[in-house]
């Protein structure tokens, strides 16, 4: 790709694996977007600095998302993180780090797909219509971790829904009769993890009340589909300093 003066300077954490082979092919691809850096497991950090790398895009693991967050900030290199893992916690970690280091953007969305984006809005908007709800997410058998981070950030905008809208705890006489056979409790919301080889990425949201029931589904069949989503995470990332959570907030 034919370098442009003011395109954005991208390095790719995680750059050998599923997502960040693709995110390599599309940041290239990008006409605004240089890539400089391609950094996985083994690599130094700086040299993705020394490129002069201005946004990283990190798809790593759990394990490893906050030593790259933290360092890079201290950098003043924005991130665009769809790593998993992050819970309330390491969010304020990392509002800790960003209050010392003011200018830089921080994006960290579960899902870059816009329709699975969509999905969480539209079940973030049924949830008050219904008394029961729960989640089951699908994936490929090489995922590392479940409940997914997609599923678990539903889970949470759906029982603040439902608080907000004064409902309590849902019907469910079912005594378990072997662990983990009504799945994760997160917040009050069922959470099923399906694994099985052939998926991508797939969830449905499956809501009841008398009479009638109410799925939401969206299905990720392949990882292009995470693509656009990635790109106007790197684009905005530069105007929006702090920490932003979800790519709800860039789309509008
Ligand atoms: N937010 C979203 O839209 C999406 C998020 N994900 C999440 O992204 C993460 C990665 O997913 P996949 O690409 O499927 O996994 P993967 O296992 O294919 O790739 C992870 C890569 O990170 C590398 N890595 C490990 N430690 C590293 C380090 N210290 N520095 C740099 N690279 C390092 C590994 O060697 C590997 O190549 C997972 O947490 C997954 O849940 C996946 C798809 C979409
Ligand atoms: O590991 C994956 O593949 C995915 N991970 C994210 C998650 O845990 O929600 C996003 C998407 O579901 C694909």
Known sequence: MTQQPDSIRVGVLGARGRMGLEVCKAVDAAGDMELVAMI???????????????????FTTPDVVMDNLHWAIDQGINMVV?????????????????DANPGVGVLIAPNFGLGAVLMMQFATRAARYFESVEVIEQHHPRKLDAPSGTSTHTAKLIAQARAEAGLGPMPDATKEEVDGARGADIDGVRVHSVRASGLV????????????????RHDSLDRVSFMPGVLLGVRKILERPGLTVGLDSFLD
């Open 82 to 98: 769809g790593t998993t893992g992050f819970t309330g916690e390491r969010l304020d970690q990392v509002r800790g780090w960003l």
């Open 201 to 216: 990425a797939h969830q449905e949201v499956l809501f009841g009340s008398l009479g009638e029931t109410l799925t939401i």
């Open 40 to 58: 996985d497991q083994g690599d130094e950090l700086f040299k993705a600095s020394d490129a002069g790398a201005q946004v990283f895009v990190d």
